[in-house]
């Protein structure tokens, strides 16, 4: 058999316009080798051919395309040349979709790997370049696996496997190409990089909306915003931390269980909804290869995109609204496909790309032209009734494989890294002193926020802080995180604290978007929205609320110059298990008494309440905060942003307490089971006795 054209797409040589043909294709690992910071690299594509299904045997639909060897695929109009799958067929050539129909003839396609009906998902996994991909995404780089086919083409099953019995898992040699990969990831970061630490986050875009797949809410749609910084983001995102294999095989299988999926005459379980799943990585220790030596950590993105299938829906049979989400799907797609058209084109024509006219490609776009590595898995029916989206899917396919992104590692600078730490800290004792002083309680002996009275940094530091006592002086940084460590687990209790009076409490959030994104990867700034007290149990008005500390307003003081502001203060509707008959049994215990594991874990099968950081668009403090329940229908004012909201009352017993007479946090917190109790007395409107009962 001759050498068919490689990547070469059907129905262009009806155009006029001369096109640049496309690359011959190279193995995935080839294609994947390690970029070159900054230097153009093509988007890899892969073809994954499914069996032939029942239905599709029981009406006797022939075999249109084969896969004769040598990473080619072939498709076939003319029941004369069908071939059985893994033969080669004569000479095949491109031609338009048309003429295949009309002739009979063959058309050939070459990628950087094509898995025939017979490869299972181990082949899969092996052959299609994507253990490489997640070595990259270990190394700082963004990488994207997007799997893209007509509906029932065999894209949800190559990525997940077929959907999971009940509440089981899908059994491990089904197991598709995210399963594997986490598994690769946790083993080769665990080898590689073992400090490195991964969140997850999972969305649907569903008719035009954004919407997390892990927020056991109402699905809400969720802004997509752009920054100069960020790109294209979505607000407001939950963000969950990974502790190990199991971890992300639940939210997978929970993702999957809340994404709107339908059963139509061409697939049973057809995804309506694009599915991303995004792993993002952060490497904490020093690199050490030539020319990284002052390289601290590097941030990597794991992402994959399980597109909803396009589909006719003469074909499909949809109506009401199985046909409006075809519609949107399609309109998606149609997006996809123009952007990946420009992209193709080459650098003089790039001037505009349309990504805003999909949320599809907004998500998508720096993995097609920014600055990460793609990987395309492009999934087709073997039917001869799907030949015409078999075609489409190659000729996308094809052209896809024209593309070229820069991909940069993301890799942050020692001294970057120690700011950020810096600013962090700062910022953390700030929102100490706030606490403090709402709960009338010391600063920290030696330790006044703002002041920092010892040098804080070593040979690394910047030489601009100085350090407070106390902080051990271990390698560059490790004091300084452990020092964070002390100061979120503390501010945390002390937030709690400042819950169970039942009033406000402060969240901080850093200024800017890259500020967060460079202290604290995966955790991104947002402020709770603020409740009406009617929506939970208000507690006992407390008298004389302390006015708010001039330095706690917005913007902070400008010597101190902190990265983080305060952000309004919150009502937080927090005690939820705090009923006037359950009291203190009814309250969940704190979860930052533990130090050896501060954050607290959500796991998917946890009853309420969950508990997960917050990803881009919430505040740090704010972060591992229960997010406030909302009740259906019910919408919630926006906080007043900022503004400061009055700080809470002083304790009723210990009005004119003096600041060195007040006992320190420890002891603040052994008299948290007798404002337990407090709280739990009847009635908000006879506070004020209740509270001179108190002992
Ligand atoms: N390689 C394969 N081997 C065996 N069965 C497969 C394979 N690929 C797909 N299937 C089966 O084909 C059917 C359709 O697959 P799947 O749901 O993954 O398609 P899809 O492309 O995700 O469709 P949609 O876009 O509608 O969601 C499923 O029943 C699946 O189990």
């Known amino acids: ?138 190394d700082g780089f963004s990488c994207t696996v997007f799997a893209f086919g007509q509906t029932g083409s065999g894209k949800t099953y190559t990525l997940t496997g077929p959907p999971a019995q009940g509440e089981g898992q899908v059994a491990p040699s089904f197991r598709g190409l995210m399963q594997r990969s ?81 059963a139509h005459t061409l697939n049973g379980h057809s ?24 390289c601290l950590g590097r941030w990597g993105t794991l992402r994959f995109v399980d597109l909803a299938g396009s589909e006719r829906v003469k074909d499909t049979g949809s109506v009401g609204q199985l046909a409006r989400e075809a519609n949107s799907i ?35 776009a720096a993995a097609l032209g920014g600055a990460g590595v793609t990987l395309m ?36 600078s020692r001294e970057r890294r120690l700011r950020s730490l810096e600013q962090e800290i700062q910022a953390l004792r700030e929102e100490n002193l706030t606490l403090r002083q709402q709960l009338q309680m010391p600063r920290t002996p030696g330790r006044p926020p703002g002041t920092l009275t010892t040098p804080l940094n070593g040979p690394a530091g910047t030489g601009s802080t100085p350090r407070p006592s106390g902080v051990p002086q271990g390698p560059p940084g490790m004091g300084w995180h452990s020092l964070l460590q002390d100061l979120l687990v503390g501010n945390e209790e002390l937030r709690h604290f400042a819950l169970l009076r039942g009033r406000h409490c402060c969240v901080l959030a850093p200024r800017s978007q890259e500020d967060a994104h460079v202290s604290c990867p995966g955790l991104v700034p947002c402020t709770l929205p603020s409740h009406p007290p009617a929506l939970g149990r208000a507690l006992p008005e407390l008298p004389g609320a302390a006015p708010s500390p001039p330095w706690s307003r917005q913007g902070g003081t400008a010597d101190s110059a902190p990265s983080f502001s305060l952000q309004p203060l919150v009502e937080l509707p927090v005690l939820e298990g705090l009923t006037a008959a359950s009291g203190a049994q009814g309250r969940q215990p704190s979860p930052w008494k533990n130090r050896a594991s501060p954050w607290p874990r959500q796991h998917p099968t946890d009853p309420q309440p969950r508990w997960r950081r917050r990803s881009p668009g919430r505040g740090r403090s704010s972060a591992n905060q229960r997010p406030p329940k909302q009740p259906q229908g019910t919408t919630l004012p926006p906080p007043p942003q900022g503004q400061v909201v009055p700080s809470a009352p002083p304790w009723p017993e210990e009005p004119g307490q003096e ?29 004020g006795q209740e509270a001179s009962q108190r002992p």
């Open 1 to 138: 058999m001759s050498e068919p054209e490689q990547g070469q797409e059907p129905g262009l040589g009806t155009e006029a316009r001369p096109r640049q043909p496309a690359p011959p294709a190279r193995r995935p690992d080839e294609e994947l080798a390690e970029p070159t910071q900054g230097q153009a690299t093509r988007l890899c594509v892969v073809v994954r051919v499914r069996p032939l299904s029942c239905a599709e045997r029981s009406r006797g639909d022939r075999q249109a395309v084969h896969c004769p060897g040598d990473n080619t695929i072939a498709v076939s109009a003319s029941p004369r040349s069908a071939a059985p799958a893994g033969r080669a067929v004569p000479e095949p050539r491109p031609l338009s979709c048309c003429q295949v129909h009309e002739a009979g003839q063959e058309a050939a396609f070459g990628f950087g790997a094509v898995f025939d009906a017979g490869a299972d998902q181990a082949e899969v996994f092996e052959g299609s370049g994507v253990k490489r991909l997640v070595e990259l995404a270990v």
């Open 659 to 687: 600041a060195d007479a007040v006992p320190a946090l420890e002891e603040a917190l052994a008299l948290l089971p007798e404002w337990t109790q407090y709280c739990s007395l009847p009635g908000p409107s006879s506070a």
């Open 377 to 412: 898995v492009a999934c087709v029916s073997p039917s001869s009734r799907c030949l015409p989206e078999t075609l489409s899917t190659l000729r996308y396919a094809s052209r896809a494989r024209r593309v070229t992104s820069r991909p940069v590692a993301t890799r942050v």
């Open 271 to 294: 995804s309506r909804s694009h599915a991303l799943l995004t792993v993002q990585l952060h490497a904490r220790g020093e690199a050490t290869g030539p020319g990284t030596s002052s």
């Open 182 to 262: 986490f598994a690769w990831l946790l083993e080769q970061s665990q080898c590689r990089r073992p400090d490195v630490a991964l969140s997850a986050s999972y969305v649907e875009i569903y008719n035009e909306q954004v919407r997390d797949l892990l927020s056991p809410g109402p699905r809400c749609p969720l802004p997509l915003r752009w920054s100069k910084a960020r790109g294209f983001y979505i607000e407001g995102l939950l963000s969950t931390e990974i502790e190990g294999l199991e971890t992300i095989m639940d939210l997978l299988q929970e993702g999957a269980q809340r994404r709107q999926s339908s």
């Open 330 to 364: 399609n309109r998606s797609l149609l997006a996809l496909g123009h952007c990946i058209a420009r992209l193709a084109e080459g650098q003089r024509r790039r001037a505009h790309i349309p990504y805003r006219d999909s949320k599809l490609t907004q998500l998508l």
